[in-house]
């Protein structure tokens, strides 16, 4: 959008956006719920590389919110069942 | 009070022709603009059009109106857009029009809009070209939306699209296609572009009212919906106060 609005589904929404546009992140399983001045994001990452990423991209998207991180990381493909 | 008649989803096709343009033979007592959004025709055949042309051509208040997706089917939206506005009908596509009332001046932003969805569910800019296309798509509906609205100087500003911005006027509808029926895009563009009113249609199975997350009152008015000829909505002061139709009185 054209300018910074902070209504919970406006900021879910930018992040989102974020998230998928980051180039090289890659991870479209992460959720964002806002709760005032806590966002709080779960789902499963690759690495925890991915997590540091994913923390640089809601402080530039979101800064001064804070960051409630629920992630897990994803098992590698052959420990997968 | 401002009197904003709307409607949406009127689909006429070809065996159309006299449908409508009776029922609003009087639309002048009843409202000082009349908004239609979007679907006027079937399927965006320009032979359809001439008929939406004939339907809303000649009524003694201003018509504006956006097109719709079904307008879109033939590859002819331009040509519609001609057509219509051959007949005194101000077509909004990213653009905004000032109307002066006896009730003061009343600003109308349209666009069409499109879908991406809304929290939790909402379409992702990643990976095929045409998966990014498509929510770069409804970014830059709800941002001409946005500038539209922020280009109008009066204060009582209303909302003009085809695709829904919240989720509250798709209730009814099957959650599983909700981001094909809107995008919480535009009601971010209504907040920020400080609209009195945002009206759509699309959601034929959707409820009439509802509101953005900045408090803005949101009317779906598809034809299914409103089960009239159109709705009249009162504005004064900026703000909605009064709203005529069957789920409000």
């Given at each position: ?36 001045e806590?966002?709080?994001v779960?789902?499963?990452l ?14 530039e ?5 804070e960051?409630?991180?629920?992630t ?7 420990e997968?069942? | 009070?401002i ?44 032979t359809?059009?001439?008929?939406v ?16 997706n079904?307008?879109?089917q033939?590859?002819a939206?331009e ?5 219509l506005?051959?007949?005194g009908v ?11 009332t006896?009730?003061?001046?009343l ?17 992702a ?7 990014r ?6 970014n ?10 922020e ?6 500003r ?19 296609i ?9 009601a971010?563009?209504?907040d ?20 953005t ?10 034809q ?26």
């Amino acid at each position: 959008m054209n300018s910074e609005s902070s209504a919970p589904e406006y900021v879910e929404r930018r992040l989102t956006q974020a998230v998928a546009e980051h180039h090289g992140l890659g991870e479209l399983e992460v959720d964002f719920r806002v709760e005032g001045e806590v966002i709080v994001v779960s789902g499963n990452l690759a690495s925890e590389e991915h997590r540091a990423t994913l923390h640089e991209v809601i402080a530039e998207v979101c800064p001064g919110y804070e960051v409630q991180d629920l992630t897990g990381l994803a098992k590698p493909p052959g420990e997968r069942s | 009070m401002i009197r904003v008649a709307a409607m949406g989803d009127i689909h006429l096709g070809t065996e159309s022709r006299g449908m409508l343009r009776p029922s609003l033979a009087n639309i002048a007592d009843h409202a000082d603009v009349l908004l239609v959004a979007g679907d006027l025709t079937h399927v965006g055949d320009p032979t359809e059009a001439e008929i939406v042309a004939e339907e809303l051509a000649g009524h003694d208040v201003p018509v504006i109106a956006v097109l719709g997706n079904h307008d879109h089917q033939s590859d002819a939206a331009e040509k519609v857009t001609l057509i219509l506005e051959g007949a005194g009908v101000t077509m909004l596509d990213g653009t905004a029009i000032e109307v002066d009332t006896e009730s003061g001046p009343l600003g109308v932003a349209g666009t069409k809009g499109f879908g991406g969805g809304f929290p939790p569910a909402m379409a992702a800019g990643f990976g095929e070209p045409e998966m990014r296309a498509f929510v770069a798509t409804s970014n830059r509906e709800a941002d001409a939306l946005q500038d539209a609205l922020e280009s109008l100087r009066c204060e009582t500003r209303v909302a003009l699209t085809h695709y829904a911005p919240v989720v509250d006027t798709l209730a009814g509808e099957r959650p599983e296609i909700y981001a094909f029926l809107g995008s919480i895009a535009l009601a971010e563009a209504i907040d920020e572009g400080s609209a009195s009113l945002a009206i759509h249609g699309h959601a034929h199975l959707g409820a009439a009212s509802g509101a953005t997350p900045g408090g803005v009152p949101v009317m779906n008015v598809a034809q299914p919906v409103i089960r009239a000829p159109y709705t009249v909505v009162g504005l004064e002061d900026g703000k909605v106060v009064s709203l005529q139709g069957p789920d409000h009185g």
